[in-house]
Structures are given as structure tokens and as C-alpha cells.
């Protein structure tokens, strides 16, 4: 398998599909693969494939006509690079690593007292998970409140998994798992503040990767988070660079 391809392929994926559930502008031709208008986060106006710099005016066009902020992200097969970005107005927002793991191969993480995993399946239990994103994730409840309606648009089966992490009936922490491009995608994995650094996080990571029928894991990282992953197993393959325009 192509690991990086593959890290790019999922991220795009998701992104295009939650992008698409938000009413966004979908773009999907040769020269280029964008998801603009669905969101007011600028990570999920995204464009995640390109051949050549002139789609770059393109993307800010189509930015401005909705008017909406915006994210490149500039993976290992992406041709269009930093300056060419930068040159637009676009500004350097730093990189994410693309890791990857195989899920048979992950370590056992140290068990958390009370924890356990839930799968969400209805609209009842998506707004605690939105209610737990809120607490610590990007944006805070702007955001979750966002990600909570396009996936209740997406429904609660294959290929989207989410997943609520209670401690002693709490709801403390979140993931999602998107299966796509051959790949178990990890994404929207928080812990809340109170709770952090008890290895809630490593937890729920490898108990929701358990439930997915593939061979390997990828995510895209904080730098937070990195330790976490390294310690589960995964690895770096590539970095991820993201680019914003904020409108």
C-alpha cells in the first residue's frame, strides 16, 4: 500500500464529504478537488488537490464569490507549494504529520479506571458528542456545533464511526473514524481539559480503531498529539502543510 497516498486520500475524502453535507461547492475535475461555501471554519473550505499554480487564483476566487476563509493543504503529491501560496495572500498556518500505523500492530495502552466507549448512533447521543467537542477542540462549540450538523446530514453508519468516551458515566472525550481510500482515517479526537494526560486519549484511539475492518490507521496530528500516537505505534510518513486565507 502507498501510506501517503493514502493519508492524503482519506483527509481529502473527509473533508469533500462533510464539505458536500454542508452545501459547499464541490469541485472534482482533472485539475483540481475543493469543497468551498459549506463551512464558516476555514479548515473545511478546502482545497486538496491540484496540478498547476493557476488553480490557485481559482481557489480564491471561489473563496471570495462565497465569501468564506479557507485552507490549502499541501500533501507530498501536491505540485502547488508554499511560495506559490503565500504570493496569493494565502499564509503558512504550519504542518500536520501524516501517520500511520497498522492497527493489528498498535500497543495496548495502560487501561483508564472507569473509562468506556460508545458508539454514536442517533441524534440524541451525537449532541453529547457535540457538546463534548465543544469543550476542547479548534474552535470550541462554534466549531462542534458545526461538525455535529453535517454529520447528522451524513447519518451514523459506514463509512463514519463516532465514538463518546464516558469516565464514571462522564462524557469526557471524542473521536471519529473514517473509513476511506482503503484506511481507517482517526479525526476530532479530544479529551476535555479536566481529564487530560491520564491517557484517556490513547485510550479511545485504540479501542475505535479495534472496530474498524482494515489494515492500517492514519491521522494527521497536533503536535500535541504526536507523543500520544508514537506511543500507540504510529508513525510519521509525511507532513501536511496548511495554508489560510482568512477572508
Known sequence: MDVVRAIEDNAAGL?????AAGGGSQRDDERATWTIGGSPIDYHNAIVRATDVTVVAESLAELKKHGVPGTWHVGPSMPVRGPDLTAAGFVAAGAEPGMAARIADLQVPQPVPGLSL??????????????????????????????ASVYQQLGYGDPW????????????????????????????VM??????????GAAITYAALQHADVEYAVLGSSAAGQPVYEGLGFREHCQIEIYEWAG
Open 15 to 19: 473533508l469533500m464529504a462533510m464539505g
Open 118 to 147: 460508545t458508539r454514536i448512533g442517533n441524534d440524541k447521543d451525537l449532541a453529547a458528542w457535540e457538546a463534548t467537542l465543544g469543550q476542547g477542540f479548534g474552535e470550541g462549540p462554534r466549531e462542534a456545533r458545526w461538525v
Open 161 to 188: 464511526q463516532h465514538y463518546i468516551g464516558w469516565l464514571e458515566g462522564t462524557p469526557v472525550a471524542t473521536a471519529t473514524v473514517f473509513l476511506g481510500a482503503g484506511v481507517a482515517g482517526l479525526y476530532f
Open 191 to 200: 479529551t476535555v481539559p479536566e481529564v487530560r494526560r491520564r491517557g484517556v
